[in-house]
């Protein structure tokens, strides 16, 4: 597969403009109030409020670490020798983490080696680079963890200068994973890129599906791909990527700047049907990225996606993240929805386990902005006692949507 050569500073102009909110070729101006409203601020406004009040105060009471090696206070994990986190407790189900990433950052350094192996995976809340680690508080959406500071340089800040190019993406790679996923007793990872429409082109699809080829990963890397709404070539690129082994594909509308039930994306859900593509969407708000792009992942938009495409299996990303609120009717309306746990705190995810019976939650981690064991420990907390539930969200559900999602043709 062609690679393309990617030039910083173009990106920097991208980002640039990003970061302003300004309209790339993908997106519009004209749209009816409804989309957005002030209600939809406020709601944002409250949920923040609320996690902060009722942190601590659910039936699991106060889970809060110092840094990802402070989850050793529970009984399924321990510090080895090396002081690394280790799953000690083997006989849980080996998981499946259905929403994983490699480092981004090949977007501004295509030198960055993805078959390195490094002492430690500094992740995007790098939660053990200190002594003590940072707060780590299972019990509120899992970005709140994040200090402003560290928010600001994380994402739409220090991106463009290239901070993830630098030290945090070199850790980022297949044989770092691959470590964690088996110190953490994860058997298999989806691997999800986002296709980003970037004026000079960007193919993260093809480097990550060749990368996990030359690694040999293959049997533990579920092939993931991603193609803009707006790219021209999309519905060729689908399938060359469905015909290459993606079994997932991921759709961003935050970053792709493109309503879910827009008609080029309804168009696209057709192929993907016909392709046996599992659907996975980025959903809801996390509440850091621009208020500009809030919009579009209002969980309402992803409604007539669902409700047309029967056929088709739609993972909610984030289970709506901040709106979970709103995204976890849908999943008990619609039984091709699927909600990915990752970021939930601990309360609410007991509270979806309630309501939907946990048929269709799925293991998922946002590897590398964090380390797995942390979305691992919510779902062993949740399931304490539930030996049955416990092998249906770490893994058996993963297998089943991956083998109701088969192609059609
Ligand atoms: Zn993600």
Redesign the pocket.
């Known amino acids: 597969m062609m690679r393309t050569h990617i030039h910083r500073r173009r990106f920097l102009q991208f980002a640039a403009l990003s970061a302003a909110g300004a309209c790339l070729p993908s997106c519009s101006n004209e749209e009816p109030g409804e989309r957005y409203t002030a209600a939809d601020i406020d709601r944002l406004a409250q949920q923040r409020v609320q996690e902060g009040v009722q942190s601590s105060q659910g039936p699991f009471g106060p889970l809060r670490f110092k840094g990802y090696r402070g989850l050793a206070e529970l009984p399924w994990f321990e510090l080895d020798t090396d002081g690394e986190l280790r799953m000690v407790d083997l006989d849980l189900p080996k998981a499946i983490d259905m929403?994983c990433?490699l480092g981004m950052s090949l977007l501004l350094a295509p030198e960055v080696d993805l078959h390195q192996r490094t002492d430690r995976v500094i992740h995007l809340l790098d939660c053990d680079a200190t002594e003590p680690g940072c707060d780590l508080d299972l019990d509120v959406y899992i970005n709140r963890n994040f200090t402003d500071e560290a928010l600001d340089e994380l994402w739409w800040g220090s991106a463009a200068q290239g901070l993830w190019g630098s030290k945090r993406a070199v850790t980022q790679t297949i044989p770092n994973l691959l470590h964690e996923m088996n110190t953490c007793n994860v058997e298999r990872a989806s691997i999800?890129p986002i296709a980003f429409d970037l004026p000079f082109g960007d193919d993260l699809t093809e480097r990550w599906i060749e990368a996990i080829d030359i690694a040999g990963a293959g049997n533990r890397l579920i092939l993931g791909c991603s193609v803009h709404p707006q790219d021209p070539a999309r519905f060729t690129r689908l399938r060359d990527y469905a015909a290459a082994g993606a079994r997932i594909i991921k759709f961003h509308p935050t970053m792709q700047r493109a309503y879910p039930d827009s008609p080029v994306m309804m168009e696209l859900y057709a192929e993907c049907e016909r392709l046996g593509l599992i659907v996975f969407f980025?959903c809801g708000r996390a509440g850091i990225e621009p208020e500009s792009t809030h919009r579009y992942a209002l969980p309402r938009h992803y409604e007539a996606a669902l409700k047309t495409y029967p056929g088709v299996q739609f993972v909610l990303?984030h289970s709506g993240a901040r709106d979970v609120a709103e995204a976890l009717p849908l999943a008990l309306r619609y039984d091709n929805v699927w909600l990915d746990t990752?970021g939930q705190g601990v309360t609410t995810l007991n509270t979806m386990l309630q309501r939907t019976g946990g048929e269709r939650m799925l293991f998922g981690t946002?590897w590398p902005?964090y380390h797995l064991a942390a979305s691992l420990a919510k779902l062993l907390i949740i399931t304490e006692d539930q030996p049955g539930k416990r092998a249906a969200l770490l893994r058996g559900n993963a297998q089943r949507l991956l083998h109701l999602a088969q192609r059609n043709t």
């Open positions: 929403h990433h999800l980025h990303g990752h946002d902005f």
